[in-house]
């Protein structure tokens, strides 16, 4: 693994670990987003622990590769599902860009890993 995939994966970690911690504890801007998106609470702590759970994979896949690599495939999944639902609402730019942005991350971090094989 290169310095690069190892920062891209810590630092995906810890926005996955603070996002999804939110999101499982639903704190009060999470449980208005879920309700934005049609999602009820139950449903949203799930993607939570999704995300939560992501976010450790990507730190194992520090020592075990292959373990990072389906952490962050699972990971673009999730942020495709999100990027889905802020389409279909015909949201703008500026409430899907976290997760294209995140996606992008994402997806990098995975070219980096298999390059790297």
Known sequence: MTIA?????????????????AKVLAL??????????????AAYRRIGLLEVAGAVGLLIGLFAPLIGALAGAGLLLLLAGALAVHLRKGDGPQKYAPALVCGLLVAAYLVLQVLTR
Not at 5 to 21: D, H, K, P, R
Not at 29 to 36: D, I, S, T
């Open 5 to 21: 995939a190892a920062i891209l994966a810590v630092l995906l970690a810890l926005v996955f670990l603070a996002l999804g911690t």
């Open 28 to 41: 009060r801007p999470m449980r208005e987003l879920a309700a934005e998106a049609g999602f009820t609470v």
